[in-house]
């Protein structure tokens, strides 16, 4: 499905900060596959998935999705397949707009932005029924600003929208880590039910040690560059936070931390 | 007196339609674009240039805001594919829009006395409306840009449009170049500041090449008084707002001159005005924010 190979990418080339964060590296991730990335700041989480998404370009190698190689795409034109939502509730919604417009918009992607009508009045029932399962009310608010919801309402719809047309792969990026720990149980929740519904693969990074063991079926930790662990199956369903706590403390041994 | 007012509006009105065009670029795209600059006086200039060899001055208004739309594509292109900082990016086409403005019009004057224009209506209307002839068809024309903008931004096209100013980041992930929507933004944007110029041109009888310096604060400045003054109330648009925001800009002017100030003071009254349309938003907003209001994100 998606496939990293031989990956290089250097920070601040040429100044006394220049950093070789990923040298060689490679990552397969099949169809189906629901991954959380952990990892501690600066082990490459975000670049890997910026690699992915192409708002990075990496030094060398080559990014596979579903076999093409994507590796010199734009970040829009891989959009296409590719849904993102962000560590930034703000990120994933357009503030002086409404819930409908919102979603409608999301709901054109991938089709033509015309001179036809924006809002999708048609549709109207099937955005409610979406914005239902999330038990938030946001379905009776449609038009309400979206620049007006909580952080934890807007990080639900930039979910909804992002899933709205099912893409090939989606990358959350610490998408929970902005909320309180309510709002982020609940969108947490939201996401893994959305994922198993509309079977679509993922890639989440989560400082979240409890979320990495009890949802995703795969989960990779990063440090320095390399993926130093990458359990799935029965070897992940076995590990628990404190597995991950330890081998964190080893690393941070070694580093002297 | 009422020749006062109608003046006012007529003059509020002809500009209110640049003042859309601010409204896109500032409010929506937050582009501080100062193209508009050069962009007014380069509608008056091609207005005044057609004219001149006898094209139908109604014809003068659609070429204009034709002009205009590639000056601001030139901006856009400028700073989205040539990664030049936007109030640059602007004041770049601005000035390389003196010479082209001279070269069009042929001299940095043009009278255009004696040649018909969109006012000059048949001797067969009724004696109502040739006596208020300038108001009314500045008014149709007005209306009629207002409604279009309206209807534009309602679209899918629209939509994208208010959404990349807001959120640059969410037009990525919905597979569009947030770069060609900006460059067709100021396309649009500088094509209704042309459009403007070239009635104010028809209306004046006259290309001077020196109109458009201050063209940028003057439709900020309405702007800002525009949707300072009405955001508050529901059913009005905000593009109504910008219009009635020129109006009464320009009543704050022509009030300052009558009480004795010289004409060459605009530019100070202008820019007094500005300041203090921007304490008072900033001071109302403020208020909101203390009463737990919206957020303005």
């Known amino acids: 499905m998606l496939r990293l190979s031989h ?87 357009c503030p002086t707009m409404t819930i409908l417009e919102n979603m409608s918009i999301a709901d054109n992607k991938g089709k033509s932005f015309n001179l036809t009508k924006g809002l999708n009045n048609k549709r ?26 909580s952080g934890g309402q807007r990080q639900a719809l930039a979910l909804i929208m992002a899933t709205l047309a099912k893409p090939d792969i989606l990358l959350l990026d610490e998408h929970t880590a902005a909320l309180d720990p309510k709002s982020a149980d609940i969108v947490m929740r939201l996401t893994d039910e959305v994922v198993k519904e509309n079977e679509i693969t993922t890639v989440m990074i989560t400082h979240n040690l409890r979320y990495a063991v009890e949802y995703g079926t795969r989960t990779i930790m990063m440090h320095e560059g390399n993926a130093i662990m990458d359990v799935s199956g029965n070897e992940k369903s076995e590990k628990t936070t404190n597995d991950y706590l330890k081998i964190f403390n080893e690393i941070s041994i070694e580093c002297g931390n | 007196m009422n020749g006062i007012v109608i003046s006012i509006f007529e003059q509020g009105l002809i ?24 962009t007014f006086p380069l509608g008056a200039a091609v207005t005044a240039a057609l004219m001149l060899k006898g094209i139908n001055p109604w014809l003068c208004l659609p070429i204009s805001a034709v002009a205009g739309c590639i000056a601001g594509a030139v901006t856009g292109i400028l700073h989205v594919k040539l990664k030049i900082k936007d109030l640059l990016a602007g004041i770049l086409t601005m000035t390389a829009l003196y010479s082209v403005n001279y070269r069009i019009a042929g001299a940095p004057n043009q009278f255009l006395m004696g040649k018909s224009t969109v006012f000059t209506l048949p001797e067969s209307m009724p004696t109502f409306i040739t006596t208020y002839k300038y108001i009314i068809v500045i008014f149709i024309i007005a209306v009629v840009m207002k409604f279009a903008l309206d209807w534009y931004l309602s679209t899918k096209s629209g939509f994208l449009l208010r959404s990349v100013g807001d959120n640059e980041g969410l037009v990525v992930t919905l597979a569009q170049n947030p770069g060609t929507i900006k460059i067709i933004g100021l396309a649009i944007s500088n094509g209704l500041v042309a459009l403007s110029g070239s009635l104010a041109c028809q209306r004046s009888m006259q290309f001077d090449i020196t109109s458009g310096t201050g063209t940028m604060v003057m439709g900020l400045a309405a702007v800002i008084i525009g949707i300072t003054i009405f955001k508050k109330i529901k059913f009005m648009r905000l593009t ?25 003071d605009t530019n100070l009254i202008i820019t007094v005005l500005f300041v203090a349309t921007l304490l008072i938003n900033d001071f109302t907003s403020r208020k909101n924010k203390k009463k737990g209001g919206v957020i303005n994100a």
């Open chain 1, 7 to 93: 990956i290089n990418k250097s920070f601040n080339v040429g100044t006394v900060d220049e950093k070789q964060l990923f040298t060689d590296f490679n990552l397969e991730i099949s169809k189906g596959e629901f991954v959380s990335v952990i990892g501690s700041n600066g082990s490459g989480k975000t670049t890997m998935l910026n690699i992915i998404s192409g708002d990075i370009k990496p030094d060398g190698g080559d990014v596979f999705l579903s076999g093409d190689n994507i590796t010199k795409m734009a970040n829009y034109k891989r959009a296409r397949r590719i849904s993102r939502v962000f560590q930034n509730p703000s990120n994933g919604t």
């Open chain 1, 124 to 149: 109207k029932d099937f955005y409610r029924s979406r914005l239902e399962t999330l038990g938030m009310g946001l379905e009776n608010r449609l038009g309400t600003l979206t620049g007006s919801l």
């Open chain 2, 15 to 38: 500009y209110g339609i640049m003042a859309l065009g601010i409204y896109i670029s500032y409010k929506i795209l937050d582009f501080p674009d100062l193209s508009v600059d050069g």
């Open chain 2, 240 to 264: 109504t707002g910008v219009l009635f925001g020129m109006i009464i800009y320009k009543a704050c002017i022509t009030a300052a001159i009558s009480s004795g100030m010289a004409s060459s």
